[in-house]
């Protein structure tokens, strides 16, 4: 176990990540260079992931390719998932939906966000699988939200849509564990990143309050006393990718500082 992140725990596996321009995507890539694998960069903005691919190499020295792509273009997520068929580690994750009171809520957000939280994942996973599977290794880790577990107020898309990842993982745990894939959820709370901002604006205005009295009262149930960093969820991801991982299935892994119910 004690070799389980050196710069050689995942040389010569070759990782795509999505949403990797920036927050927990990036972290994730990050964490997954710094263990060895190659990494392929998917986001939206060709500058943002240029200078990410530039620091990787540079950091570590591991091969980076950028891939310009929007999760909800069917054809052009799909020329990307041509292109990087030898895939071994997928690692799938998106901005968060719009938050808000559930009745106000349109239908329009609800469909929106279906393409980029749920269908996303189901294309990308059912073009990789089979060839994850005719090598015998694999792993899909699915970075979602604590959401999963434990529904957060003015959150109803994520509340919703984000368990649906569950049962894709335990699905492809169940068909395609004996051929050496994983698949499993990380599922942050309370981390900083640009959609906490985001997500504690919108609750602090809906509650009247300011948000530093806001966060201080979020903070209060978790055990650790802070928010957590983006490192921290991306190393429970690089963990999952490991070999020694491979006995971990379907699971969604809370990484949340000890959150009280």
């Known amino acids: 176990m004690r070799d389980v992140f050196t710069a050689n725990t ?19 890539a990050e964490q997954l260079a710094a263990m060895g694998a190659d990494v392929v960069l998917l986001a939206r903005s060709t500058e943002r992931l240029r200078l990410v691919a530039g620091e990787l190499q540079r950091k570590y020295g591991v091969a980076t390719t950028i891939e310009a792509a929007d999760l909800v273009d069917e054809a052009a997520l799909n020329a990307v998932l041509r292109r990087h068929a030898d895939t071994d580690l997928l690692i799938t994750n998106c901005g968060g939906p719009p938050v808000g009171p559930y009745l106000q809520t349109p239908l329009a957000d609800w469909d929106a966000a279906y393409r980029q939280i749920v ?7 059912q073009a990789l699988l089979p060839h994850m599977a005719a090598r015998g290794f694999g792993r899909v880790v699915m970075i979602a939200s604590r959401t999963v577990r434990h529904p957060l107020a003015l959150m109803a898309i994520s509340n919703s849509l984000r ?7 335990e699905t492809i745990a169940d068909e395609f564990g004996e051929k050496g894939i994983t698949a499993n959820l990380v599922c942050p709370g309370l981390t900083r990143t640009e959609r906490m901002t985001e997500v504690l604006a ?3 205005r809906n509650a009247g309050k300011s948000e530093d009295e806001l966060l201080a009262e979020m903070l209060r149930p978790i055990a650790a006393g802070r928010v957590g960093q983006p490192r921290e969820i ?7 990718c490991t070999d020694v991982a491979g006995y971990i299935q379907g699971q969604c892994l ?4 000890g959150h009280k119910l």
Not at 10 to 20: C, E, I
Not at 163 to 169: D, E, Q, T, V
Not at 234 to 240: P, Q
Not at 254 to 257: F, N, R, S, T
């Open 10 to 28: 995942l040389k010569g596996r070759k990782a795509l990540v999505f949403g990797a321009s920036r927050g927990l995507g990036r972290a994730s």
């Open 119 to 125: 269908r996303s994942v189901v294309q990308a996973t």
């Open 163 to 169: 368990k649906a990842l569950l049962g894709i993982a």
């Open 202 to 204: 919108a609750r602090a």
């Open 234 to 240: 991306a190393a429970t991801v690089g963990f999952l």
């Open 254 to 257: 809370l990484v949340d500082g």
